[in-house]
């Protein structure tokens, strides 16, 4: 809006002077309501804010985990008891003391209240998306957790956290994928064996089962790079997010060693 109102502004006052001075003025009025507007925008705001102060950047990520947990749990208009059990079973695997667990089932509980705006942590988190990409893939593969959590997943459910992941700049192909190796994890947590199904192994390597030798390495290593704790630490991770790094490259590890195995 600003821009086209520095072109209006300098193209009136140009108009009382000459056709050169009209296009000039026009252009610097454009130019000058462009960079005004970029000023305003919020999502410009909190990118210079977030890549300054690193520790608030951490506690935007801290917050927005368990607030955006909360939210997806209740997006089809009900927490389930095993969405509940899931959202234990995360706050377990993330080693929180009492007063840490306290907090994180606080930020839960606000993130599924009917009154919050999932805008208010969506905005400050897309403005930093693009620079930190692998940071924001970890942070959808632990909301996909309780997207998964009851086992099936229909436009209720599956919707919002598309949505999601698309504001955060994730195509809906790459969300998907995203569903399907977090959810191939989940049935191997939740039975009472340890081993990779060949299909569940390819479904968290995101390749398909007729792929080349090649092709699986390439995508073993991309995988493991994308969640490599010391890569992630660097970029400003929480603690939370190191752990679940850490638990995702060790399942990428025994999918890898599962479907090399079956090809030998």
């Not at 935007?60 to 899931?86: C, N």
């Not at 998306?129 to 229909?154: S, T």
């Not at 890569?231 to 479907?259: F, P, R």
């Amino acid at each position: 809006m600003a821009k086209w109102l520095g072109l209006l502004v300098g193209a009136l006052i140009g108009n009382s002077l000459n056709t050169a001075a009209l296009v000039l003025l026009s252009i610097g009025g454009y130019i000058f309501g462009a960079w005004l507007e970029r000023r305003s925008d919020p999502i410009v705001r909190h990118r210079k804010y977030l890549s300054k102060d690193h520790e608030a950047f951490r506690h935007l990520l801290h917050q927005s985990t368990f607030l955006m947990m909360g939210y997806l749990a209740k997006a089809d208009g009900r927490v389930s008891k095993k969405e509940i059990a899931t959202a234990e079973q995360i706050f377990t695997s993330f080693n929180l003391d009492e007063s840490g667990r306290k907090d994180a089932i606080r930020l839960f509980n606000a993130g599924k209240h009917s009154e919050f705006q999932v805008e208010t942590i969506l905005q400050p988190l897309s403005s930093v998306a693009r620079k930190h990409r692998n940071l924001i893939r970890v942070f959808l593969e632990i909301q996909a957790r309780i997207v998964v959590a009851d086992g099936h997943m229909n436009s209720s459910t599956r919707r919002p956290f598309l949505g999601v992941a698309k504001r955060l700049g994730f195509s809906e192909q790459v969300s998907a994928n995203i569903l399907r190796q977090i959810g191939a994890k989940e049935e191997i947590r939740a039975s009472t064996g340890s081993e990779y199904t060949l299909e569940q192994a390819y479904a968290l390597l995101e390749v398909q089962a007729d792929c080349s030798d090649k092709e699986l390495k390439q995508a073993y290593r991309h995988a493991m790079s994308d969640h490599h704790p010391d890569k992630l630490m660097s970029e400003g991770a929480t603690d939370e997010m190191i752990q679940a790094a850490t638990e995702q490259t060790q399942a990428i590890q025994v999918a890898y060693q599962a479907i090399v195995e079956s090809r030998n």
